[in-house]
């Protein structure tokens, strides 16, 4: 009875329209009075804990990191440097769209910003250059969901945090599965960017690329930076989300002189409202994740799925179909805050790889970030494109088939993300 009770809770104030944090404290306290032990201190003990972590302070200086990046001007070198390379050819601005989201997605871990940057620029464009609108966006969005995959992602330090598990392995896990997902969108581009009659873009000179190099090699380097002191033991998450930070500061003030006091107080303020809001959900679900354990929900929920248990596969094939149907109405924070602890005794017990399913559940919430009524990134992609939701979801839908290939192909086939994860974890 116990998961109806929290389930419907939750549901009913999400529906009234109640904001999520406010809604998880709300089905905290349906669960503790239903259980008969109602307390107040026990619900602020909970929140000042669930805030209270160390490797949390990644997030805030991660999305400080992206908020410095976009504002320094580094997403416009970035995509100068992808356009001096593929952008002559049939649909070239199409892979400069998929290329830019690869590399941005090493630099900021936010697929919203990655939307909002590189839409603003891109989009209008490929409309400028005969591209269809809905399918531009459409592409830009599938592009932007990479970002939470490949490291630095907010996410995998979001999940790590409420399962316990290594964030610098997770960090490691979603490169394969990140690249995957650029290999699909670039094979689906070129199927359809043959039927495209867009105008090509000019074929720029040795020079020209050696320019745009030297201008994003200072962007290029970042990702290289994280994933060298991560894996050389270096620097902990945490600390590589202050280096990102203050890099990403200094290149925008000394380098590209792109930051002025004004803008670096805009970004400041910026990220602090956007942590607000990150850190005030990890606080309300440590009270439902409390309750949930004391409530003995996932003992419950393994009795259910009992007879999956010997079957891996088969498990995680379920259990992804429920995060799909999840990721249609909730956002991608508060469903790993939610179902984390929800999933990961059943996954203990099944013997899955807690790194492996790490991965996998984090791509199916970027998936969900794709999916209506509430798909953030498509509502973003769609704002930017200045393009109808019916309108964006037919341009996007057969980049979504692709990344779900990719989903499936990882379920079926774990050492894609095991065997390259020993190799640089060695």
Known sequence: ????????????????????????????????????????????QNLINGANSFPLLAV???????????????SRKI?????????PIRGGLGYVSIIAAVIFAGLSGSA??????????????????????????????????????????????????????????????GIVPGLMMGVALVFTWWLMARKEKAEKMPRASFKDIMIALKEASWALILPVIILAGLRGGIFTPTEAAVVAAVYALLVGVFIYRSLSFTTVYKCLLGAAKTT?????????????????????????????LGPLLENPMLLMIMINILLVLVGTAMDMTPTILIMTPVLMPIIIQA???????????????????????????????????????EGIMKGVMPFLIAECVVMVLLILFPSLVTVPLEWLHR
């Open 60 to 74: 805030p200086f991660f999305i400080l990191a992206g908020e410095f990046m976009n504002a320094g001007g580094i």
């Open 79 to 87: 995509i100068q440097f992808a356009l001096t390379l593929v952008g």
């Open 276 to 304: 607000s809001v990150v850190m005030f959900l990890a606080a309300a679900a440590m009270v439902s994740s409390w309750l949930i354990t004391v409530a003995n929900v996932p003992a419950t929920i393994t009795e259910f």
């Open 112 to 173: 919203v910003a990655d939307t909002a940057a590189l839409g603003a620029i891109l989009i209008p464009m490929m409309v400028k250059a005969g591209y269809d609108r809905n399918r531009s966006a459409g592409l830009v969005a599938a592009g932007g969901i990479i970002a939470p995959v490949i490291p630095p992602s907010i996410a995998f330090i979001i999940f790590g945090v409420t399962s316990d598990v290594s964030i610098t392995k997770l960090f490691l896990g």
């Open 351 to 389: 013997g899955i790889d807690p790194v492996y399913f790490g991965v996998l559940f984090v791509l199916n919430c970027s998936i969900g970030l794709l999916t209506p009524p509430v798909g953030t990134v498509l509502n973003v992609a769609a704002g930017v494109g200045r393009t109808s939701m």
């Open 1 to 44: 009875m116990t998961p109806v009770i929290f389930l419907g809770s939750l549901l009913g104030a999400m529906a009234f329209g109640m904001p999520i944090a406010f809604a998880l404290l709300l089905s905290g306290v349906c669960l503790m009075m239903y259980m008969g032990m109602f307390d107040t201190q026990i619900i602020a």
